[in-house]
């Protein structure tokens, strides 16, 4: 749902050019712009102008207030420099941003936009999508573990050749299709066409077939 | 070993026969089984392919036998036939075991989960998508390569 600033807020931010930082994250992402509006809004619990006065005449002296409270919890607000790849870990600080009250960061793990779309993503089963995503997250997430949780499973798999062979089953397939309605519900162990074990966990038919010492694994599969 | 591609190079290095019934339901639509060694498993068992499946799934004994439960894993829900099941998707090595030729091992992500009900599937994301394979009917075999 979006999130609408206050004319104060917008007074603040945009009229009085202080926050560059905030401005740079809304200029790029508008989405992500509008959850750090109301991280900020939230947090620093922007003390309401009196009545009487018009909200686009709040004094200096109001402003000044203000910004010394965010200066307090968050010192990077201040930072005159917009934030880019080469610089954001000199104005945020070293992730997961030390600078940040512990309360903030669980906060801002449990608001992480683009971990939250990316899950979702996943879960109506658009993988692309996902990973394009992820593929343009910016730089800043990329050092939150849930984000590098999810670059980890959406990374495309890897193959390697390995030079090993197996038996044609050939064999056993015929067992199975022999015997398998004697065995619904266990594991069998199968070679060369003849059962060698049979038991009701995957866990009890290799402790049996550790005292056979074959010389090749057979095939193992539980019939459903 | 099967050759397709105009270069020259191999489009497969491995071929496996695979089963293609269910063997507890034979009458049912013929499958496409295959020998896999799911992680460090040590001996082969048969997973369907199913390139419908958005994830490859594991069976919950064997994903318990190979340490897949308990890691650090992205929990999801998947919506399947049984209807919504609740597990994680997790990193391991599945390999694909050749007959005849080369194995391949994928460093693959699987869903495994403690209340999946059936056997092991093999999916196209995350596992298939970098696999050349194809399936030879008359003879029941299965080429593949990396991809």
């Known amino acids: ?224 | 070993m099967l050759r397709l591609s105009s270069d020259g190079t191999a489009f497969a290095i491995g071929r496996t026969r695979f089963l293609d019934e269910d063997p507890i339901q034979p009458e049912n639509s013929p499958k496409i089984y295959v020998k896999i060694e799911p992680g460090d498993l040590g001996s082969p068992v048969l997973a369907q392919l199913d390139t419908g499946a958005p994830w490859s799934i594991l069976e919950v004994q064997i994903a318990e036998e190979v340490g897949l439960f308990g890691g650090q894993g992205q929990p999801i829900p998947l919506q399947t036939r049984f209807g919504r099941i609740d597990g994680y998707l997790e990193r391991t090595k599945i390999t694909i075991l050749a007959d005849e030729g080369e194995s391949i091992d994928i460093e693959a992500t699987v869903f495994v989960s403690k209340e999946w009900p059936a056997g092991s599937f093999l999916g196209y994301a995350g596992l298939l998508e970098r696999v050349r394979f194809a399936v030879d009917p008359q003879q029941n075999f299965f080429y593949f390569g990396p991809g």
């Not at chain 1, 941003?97 to 879960?123: H, Q, S």
């Not at chain 1, 009701?200 to 402790?207: G, H, P």
């Open chain 1, 1 to 224: 749902m979006p999130i609408e600033a206050t004319p104060a807020f917008d007074q603040l931010a945009v009229g009085r050019d202080r926050m560059p930082w905030l401005r740079c994250g809304a200029a790029s992402t508008p989405k992500l712009g509008q959850l750090i509006e109301y991280r900020i809004w939230s947090i620093h619990d922007v003390p309401q102008a009196p009545k009487s006065r018009p909200t686009r005449t709040f004094s200096d002296a109001w402003v000044e207030q203000l910004e010394s409270r965010a200066v307090v919890e968050r010192p990077h607000l201040m930072d005159r420099e917009h934030i880019t790849q080469t610089n954001v870990r000199r104005l945020l600080g070293k992730p997961p941003y030390g600078r940040l009250p512990a309360a903030e960061e669980v906060k801002r793990t449990r608001e992480n936009l683009p971990y939250l779309v990316v899950r979702d993503l996943i879960e109506r089963e658009k993988i692309g999508a996902a990973r394009k995503l992820l593929a343009a997250i910016p730089l800043e997430y990329l050092s939150d573990p849930l984000v590098l949780r999810l670059l980890k499973m959406l990374a495309q798999p890897k193959v390697k050749i390995r030079e090993k062979q197996d038996i044609d089953r050939q064999k056993d397939y015929d067992w199975l299709r022999d015997h398998a309605q004697e065995y619904t519900g266990r594991w069998v162990a199968l070679h060369n066409g003849q059962l060698l074990a049979a038991a009701a966990t995957l866990r009890d038919i290799s402790e049996k077939l550790k005292v056979l010492r074959l010389s090749r694994p057979p095939l193992l599969h539980r019939i459903k």
